[in-house]
Every structure is written in C-alpha cells, then in structure tokens.
C-alpha cells in the first residue's frame, strides 16, 4: 500500500460546527504533515508530527487542533472556523523525519467550504 | 531563511516537444534537497523527481530530468516528450530538516503548464 487517503473529499461547514478531517496511511511513515493551499497558491505548511509527536506548528489558529492517534492516523479538528479557512487541506507522509532525502506523499486532499 | 522563485506562471508546449520550467532557489544551508511536484486539476501532489546538494549527477527519473547548476543556485526541470497528460501545475520545493523533528517543505509559486496539440 502506497498512498495516503484522505477523508471526506468535500466538507461544507457553518462557522460553529465541529469536524474533523482524516489522514491514513500504511506505509510506516514516521513523520506526518498538515498543508493548507488556498486556489492558486503553494502548499503552505501548518503541522508535522515526528513519531506521534508534534514537532512544528507554523503559529496556526487554536481553531486548528491537529491530533495523531497512531503511526498511521493524522486527524485535524476544526472549530469556529471563518469563511477565509476555505482551501485544499492537504496530507502528506514521509519514511524518515530526520533524511532529506526522503520525499514527501501527499493524499488527494479534503476541499473545505466554510459559509 | 530559505526562498524558492519560479518566474513562469505559464507555459505552453506542443506535444512530444521538451520544455524546461524554471526554478531557483536561496539558502545559506550547505546540505539542502530540492524536489519537484506535479498537481494536476484533481489536487492530490505527485512528487516526480528529488535532488541533494551534493549529488554528483543530475537527477533523472523517466521522462524527468533536472537541470541541476548549483553555482548559480538552479534546479530547472525539463519534461521531454511532453504528453497532453503532462498539463498541470508543476512545484519546485525546498526542504529543511527543523531541529524538532520531520522536514519543512517550502514550494515556490508554481508553472502551470498546458500541453497542445
């Protein structure tokens, strides 16, 4: 097993609910991250977890609450978004956190829509 | 701080023609990888092709290879026998290791590159 899924492909919440998105992967990977791409921009990055630990945080909303269960689950919990946390929520895994070499697998991604 | 420029928002290339997207890139960081990724219209990421600051050759996988001139600080991407497939947006992206633990990827603006007839 080779990829990273993501789910749920599609989210429209209201500024006051509660979700989560999720991120699986079965390659071993130790080190998982969190990207938000707005339409037309880079990736930018949000969160990396290093063997289950969250080793950066690139000064991300408290609204934002990342959690990693296991080696294989990322979770982002979302709560009071706004309207302009809109964008492609992006997942990735790679093998080693510690080997530059080692490229980053990315899932297809969850489109949220914030109204 | 690490910066990654590429300065072709658009490109158009005829099929089964080679094109070269461009990307350079600033770090003070002797040892650095650079990496490029293709996101076509669905979203998901597609890493195509990686090189080390001190890989001797240039990097090739397939139809991909990179450009690699590190004097001038380069990694330009070329994609020979473009196919109609090939149009997406193309990332050149920059990693650092953080003292915490994983790999910080830093990606430039993007090409978008279309493919014709």
């Known amino acids: 097993d080779t990829e990273v899924t993501q789910t749920p492909k599609h989210l429209v919440m209201g500024m006051t609910n509660k979700k989560s998105l999720k991120c699986e992967q079965h390659?071993?990977?130790?080190?998982m991250y969190w990207y938000k791409q707005k339409a037309k921009k880079p990736p930018e990055l949000m969160f990396v977890y290093s063997y289950e630990k969250l080793s950066i945080n690139e000064s991300v909303p408290s609204r934002f609450s990342p959690e990693c269960p296991n080696s294989s689950l990322l979770n982002l919990h979302l709560h009071a978004l706004q309207p302009e946390d809109s964008a492609l929520y992006l997942c990735?895994?790679?093998?080693?956190?510690?080997?530059?070499?080692?490229?980053?697998?990315f899932g297809p991604g969850t489109r949220l829509t914030v109204l | 701080a690490q910066k990654i420029t590429q300065t072709q928002p658009g490109m158009f290339v005829q099929e089964k023609e080679a094109v070269t997207l461009d990307c350079t890139y600033d770090t003070s960081d002797p040892s650095y990888g650079l990496f490029w990724y293709k996101q076509p219209s669905s979203g998901e990421m597609i890493f195509l092709i990686y090189q080390g600051s001190y890989d001797q050759q240039n990097a090739t996988e397939g139809r991909y290879s990179l450009n690699f001139q590190k004097a001038r600080k380069s990694a330009n991407l070329v994609i020979s026998a473009s196919q109609l497939g090939d149009s997406a947006m193309y990332f050149c992206a920059m990693r650092e290791i953080s003292t915490g633990g994983g790999n910080k990827l830093t990606f430039g603006t993007g090409t978008q590159l279309k493919v014709e007839l």
């Open positions: 390659m071993g990977h130790r080190a």
């Open positions: 990735a895994s790679s093998q080693d956190p510690g080997v530059r070499s080692n490229e980053q697998f």
